[in-house]
């Protein structure tokens, strides 16, 4: 018992060197990355409470033994009580029990094993994610429902494209993103879940719910949608399960006195139509012109487009992307040994680069972000400064050649490829994507109504784009330009490149793209934003505003 009991503390010990990791950070949500390191301080809790489990079975085995051996000596002892403490060994013994042995015993029952446990506990509880971790993700799952047009039943049951590990969610799984979506008085949502989580309790899942509760918010929520008539055989069926249930109660009769409402008015309508009719001629139908790709609005074009859907792209456009090997105009770096380049798009020009950094580089990149991942910021166009946004779901970190001097490496084959000037371009950023990692559309130059967004750098607008794809992504994740109608699908190891401004000087606004939701998978990229400074000889200035 002593040497189960000593143990765990220096379990805890152990624990503290991985939570170390994870002290200074906070969004697990928005990083799958860092969200690793939590399974591992789960696997950690799981053997500090196998521990305690151990060492409570082996007190409660003792305890066992001892209320056995007692019960078959009190049997024969109470048969003949005289004639049994007539022996003196016998009436010894009795004493040496109830003075010592059952005090003993007493010891042994009120001694605590939950120390050790209870201690790692209380210290990795410091490092566990927080409410807005869990809603986050709750949120991350709503908004990956919607734009891969999921039903409830398909992420219920786990059956997504591409998965590798299937995880079922339960009742409970299933009430708590209803409830989640109701907080945030998302009626349509709460509607989905609840509903999923009936569903499953209909099939006979085993759930510490009640069938009342789910179908309570459920009826409210139907009710919230305007569908009063469904929400009223809800509540019917809650009254069923729960005569007394005082709240449905009250919505029974409210609910039928609004349909008897809506019934008259509907009835004062078809009447007042029949007059109206006699004395006015019917009026003619316009036609109605289909929606053209270009008047969709941009937030249905995004999510076509990370659905892969609404690609723009005709075959006589698509006969004219070619792939080639590329030297740069015969750089002394790649003269030998051309790297692979393909053309993405034409317009805006978005080019690739197959195989441009190795497995390893990847790797060490990842390992020197890691624990400098931060949450991702945004420009505030009102204020100037860096601000967290609800629209950009992920972590980044900085990486320069004071690092490692690896980055300067990586930042040379940039130039070398591009033929623009690396000193005055950002840092290399390094982005992991969290639960549904996403990045709306947003332009990567500052416009005219933001001359103040990169005033502190000193070095003029961003000119170019360059992002490296550092992980393939079972599902979704694909970097989309919804103006254009282009997606370009995440491969590891490989770069895409493009200009945002012309070489006037002007922005490129087709060039507003998006990072789809990551739908299953790890989606890690680095980019490198390159600035106007330093390439007025390398890319001169054209003499037309779209040049």
């Not at 019960?71 to 004639?83: I, K, M, R, V, W």
């Not at 085993?206 to 009826?219: G, H, P």
């Not at 910021?377 to 967290?388: A, N, S």
């Not at 070398?416 to 840092?427: F, I, K, R």
């Given at each position: 018992?002593l040497?189960?009991?000593m143990?765990l503390?220096c379990?805890?010990?152990?624990m503290l060197?991985?939570l170390?990791?994870?002290s200074?950070?906070?969004?697990?949500?928005?990083?799958i990355?860092?969200?690793?390191?939590?399974?591992y301080?789960?696997?950690?809790?799981?053997?500090?409470?196998k521990?305690?489990?151990r060492?409570?079975e082996?007190?409660?085995?003792?305890v066992k033994r001892w209320?056995d051996k007692?019960?078959?000596?009190t049997a024969t002892?109470?048969?003949d009580p005289?004639?049994f403490l007539?022996h003196?060994?016998n009436?010894f013994?009795?004493m040496?029990?109830?003075?010592t042995?059952?005090?003993?015993l007493?010891?042994?029952?009120?001694?605590d094993?939950t120390?050790?446990f209870?201690?790692?506990?209380?210290?990795?509880r410091?490092?566990?994610?927080?409410?807005e971790d869990q809603?986050?993700a709750?949120?991350a799952l709503?908004?990956?429902?919607?734009?891969?047009?999921?039903?409830?039943?398909t992420?219920?049951?786990?059956?997504?494209p591409?998965?590798?590990?299937?995880?079922?969610?339960?009742?409970?799984?299933c009430?708590?993103?209803?409830?989640?979506?109701y907080?945030?008085?998302?009626?349509y949502h709460?509607?989905?879940?609840m509903?999923?989580?009936?569903?499953q309790?209909?099939?006979?899942e085993?759930s510490?719910?009640d069938k009342?509760t789910?179908?309570d918010?459920?009826?409210y929520a139907i009710?919230q949608?305007?569908?009063i008539?469904r929400?009223?055989d809800?509540?019917?069926?809650?009254?069923e399960?729960?005569?007394e249930?005082q709240r449905a109660?009250g919505?029974l009769k409210?609910f039928?006195?609004q349909?008897?409402k809506?019934k008259k008015?509907k009835?004062?309508?078809v009447e007042?139509?029949?007059?109206t009719e006699?004395?006015?001629?019917p009026k003619?139908r316009?036609?109605r012109s289909?929606?053209?790709f270009?008047l969709i609005p941009?937030?249905?074009k995004?999510e076509m487009l990370?659905?892969?859907?609404?690609i723009?792209?005709t075959?006589?456009r698509?006969s004219?992307?070619f792939?080639?090997?590329?030297d740069n105009?015969?750089n002394?770096m790649?003269?030998?040994?051309?790297v692979?380049q393909?053309?993405?798009?034409d317009?805006?020009y978005i080019?690739?680069?197959i195989?441009i950094i190795?497995d390893a580089?990847?790797e060490?990149i990842k390992?020197?972000?890691?624990?400098?991942l931060?949450?991702?910021t945004?420009h505030?166009?009102?204020?100037?400064?860096l601000?967290?946004?609800?629209y950009?779901v992920?972590?980044?970190?900085?990486?320069?050649?004071y690092d490692?001097?690896m980055i300067?490496?990586?930042n040379q084959?940039i130039?070398?490829?591009?033929?623009?000037?690396?000193?005055?371009?950002e840092?290399l950023?390094?982005a992991?994507y969290g639960?549904?990692?996403?990045?709306?559309?947003?332009f990567?130059?500052?416009?005219k109504?933001?001359?103040?967004?990169f005033?502190?750098?000193?070095?003029?607008n961003?000119?170019?784009?360059w992002?490296f794809y550092?992980?393939?992504?079972s599902?979704?994740?694909?970097?989309?330009?919804?103006d254009?109608g282009?997606?370009?699908?995440?491969?590891?190891g490989?770069a895409?490149?493009?200009?945002?401004l012309?070489?006037?000087?002007e922005?490129?606004y087709s060039?507003?793209h998006a990072?789809?939701?990551?739908?299953?998978?790890n989606?890690w990229?680095?980019n490198k934003w390159?600035?106007?400074?330093?390439q007025e000889?390398?890319?001169?200035?054209?003499?037309?505003?779209?040049?």
């Amino acid at each position: 018992m002593l040497g189960i009991r000593m143990e765990l503390p220096c379990l805890c010990l152990l624990m503290l060197s991985c939570l170390q990791s994870l002290s200074a950070h906070n969004d697990f949500f928005t990083s799958i990355g860092q969200m690793t390191d939590l399974l591992y301080t789960e696997k950690d809790l799981v053997t500090s409470l196998k521990d305690y489990i151990r060492a409570e079975e082996n007190k409660l085995e003792q305890v066992k033994r001892w209320a056995d051996k007692l019960d078959s000596l009190t049997a024969t002892a109470t048969q003949d009580p005289e004639g049994f403490l007539g022996h003196p060994v016998n009436a010894f013994k009795l004493m040496k029990r109830l003075n010592t042995e059952w005090g003993n015993l007493e010891s042994l029952v009120l001694s605590d094993t939950t120390d050790g446990f209870i201690s790692n506990l209380t210290i990795q509880r410091q490092h566990f994610p927080t409410d807005e971790d869990q809603t986050g993700a709750a949120k991350a799952l709503l908004r990956l429902q919607d734009t891969y047009r999921l039903d409830a039943n398909t992420i219920s049951t786990g059956d997504l494209p591409g998965v590798k590990h299937k995880s079922p969610m339960t009742v409970e799984d299933c009430y708590e993103l209803g409830k989640i979506a109701y907080s945030d008085v998302d009626y349509y949502h709460t509607e989905l879940w609840m509903a999923q989580a009936l569903k499953q309790l209909d099939q006979g899942e085993e759930s510490t719910l009640d069938k009342a509760t789910v179908l309570d918010y459920l009826s409210y929520a139907i009710y919230q949608q305007g569908e009063i008539e469904r929400a009223l055989d809800y509540t019917k069926r809650l009254l069923e399960l729960d005569p007394e249930h005082q709240r449905a109660k009250g919505n029974l009769k409210y609910f039928e006195f609004q349909l008897e409402k809506l019934k008259k008015a509907k009835e004062e309508e078809v009447e007042k139509e029949k007059t109206t009719e006699e004395k006015e001629p019917p009026k003619k139908r316009t036609k109605r012109s289909k929606k053209t790709f270009s008047l969709i609005p941009e937030r249905k074009k995004y999510e076509m487009l990370c659905r892969g859907e609404g690609i723009r792209m005709t075959p006589r456009r698509q006969s004219r992307l070619f792939c080639r090997y590329y030297d740069n105009n015969k750089n002394p770096m790649y003269v030998l040994g051309p790297v692979k380049q393909q053309d993405e798009w034409d317009r805006p020009y978005i080019v690739r680069y197959i195989d441009i950094i190795s497995d390893a580089e990847i790797e060490r990149i990842k390992r020197l972000a890691k624990p400098r991942l931060r949450r991702a910021t945004v420009h505030d166009p009102e204020t100037g400064k860096l601000t967290t946004a609800q629209y950009r779901v992920s972590k980044s970190a900085w990486l320069t050649g004071y690092d490692d001097p690896m980055i300067d490496k990586i930042n040379q084959r940039i130039e070398d490829l591009t033929g623009l000037e690396m000193d005055t371009a950002e840092e290399l950023q390094v982005a992991n994507y969290g639960v549904g990692g996403q990045y709306e559309p947003h332009f990567d130059f500052g416009r005219k109504d933001e001359p103040d967004a990169f005033k502190e750098l000193g070095t003029g607008n961003r000119i170019a784009t360059w992002l490296f794809y550092m992980s393939d992504v079972s599902a979704g994740g694909a970097t989309v330009f919804p103006d254009v109608g282009a997606s370009v699908w995440p491969q590891k190891g490989s770069a895409v490149f493009w200009y945002n401004l012309f070489a006037s000087g002007e922005g490129d606004y087709s060039t507003r793209h998006a990072a789809c939701p990551v739908l299953v998978g790890n989606k890690w990229v680095s980019n490198k934003w390159i600035h106007e400074r330093g390439q007025e000889w390398r890319r001169p200035c054209g003499t037309s505003e779209t040049e």
